[in-house]
């Protein structure tokens, strides 16, 4: 009886690794940021690692992030003088606390059915709008924003919105109190994809900086 438990204590486990890793999104996301500029970057997320590529508006890739979210590191790469650092950020990030609401209204973008949420900080004067993908296969993203630990309120709001673990969000819009946009982030491309191991790694010719 007690082999008989002990096979199936370790089935639950190896069942609940299985799910809870089965259907976990596995590919490319691009994206356009919209401030002073427009800029695009790409996500490449395969499991716990996730690279960040920044390219400039002849295409090329400026500057490189490789981020682990088991262990909470963040390394930068510069392909132009082949130089690779450590960019974790061990700060403690202040929390805004702005007034939550999902507005019940829901659209399609670029094939996902998205739900709105909006956050409002009248300490801040800003309001944010997210469309949050329906699906929640992205478990990705929360670690990745606070493995990240941006100061932007598109990034630090987003952290504060309930049950997100597994979300992600389409499009953010960054307004003022009286709708004057200040910054707009938006998917433009999405492709689930095997993702190569090598993604991941640093160049053998990358030298490390010392800061």
């Known amino acids: ?13 190896l069942i609940s690794s299985i799910s809870s890793s089965y259907g976990q999104f596995e590919g490319e996301i691009r994206f356009k940021k919209q401030k002073n500029s427009i800029t695009e970057y790409s996500y490449f997320v395969k499991g716990d690692r996730v690279r960040v590529e920044e390219y400039g ?16 590191t963040v390394t930068a790469l510069s392909p132009d003088r082949k130089l690779f650092m ?10 805004a606390h702005p007034q939550l609401t999902k507005t019940g209204n829901s659209k399609t973008i670029n ?3 998205c739900s709105e949420w909006t956050a409002r900080s009248e300490k801040e004067q800003t309001q944010v709008v997210y469309w949050v993908i329906d699906d929640a ?20 709001y987003w952290l504060e ?23 707009k982030l938006e998917v433009i ?23």
């Open 1 to 13: 009886m007690k082999k008989l438990g002990l096979i199936i204590a370790v089935f639950a486990i």
């Open 57 to 72: 508006t002849d295409g090329s890739t400026k500057g490189v992030m490789l981020v682990d979210l088991k262990s909470g």
């Open 161 to 183: 919105l309930p049950g997100i673990e597994n979300q992600f969000t389409m499009v953010g819009i960054e307004k003022t109190l009286e709708g004057a946009q200040r910054t």
């Open 86 to 95: 450590d960019a974790t950020n061990d700060k403690v990030p202040s929390k």
């Open 111 to 113: 094939g996902m059915k």
């Open 189 to 211: 491309k999405m492709s689930e994809e095997t993702i190569s191991e090598s993604m991941f790694s640093i160049p053998k010719d990358y030298v490390k900086f010392e800061k």
């Open 137 to 156: 296969k992205y478990p990705f993203f929360e670690k990745l924003l606070r493995t990240l630990n941006r100061k932007d309120r598109l990034s630090k």
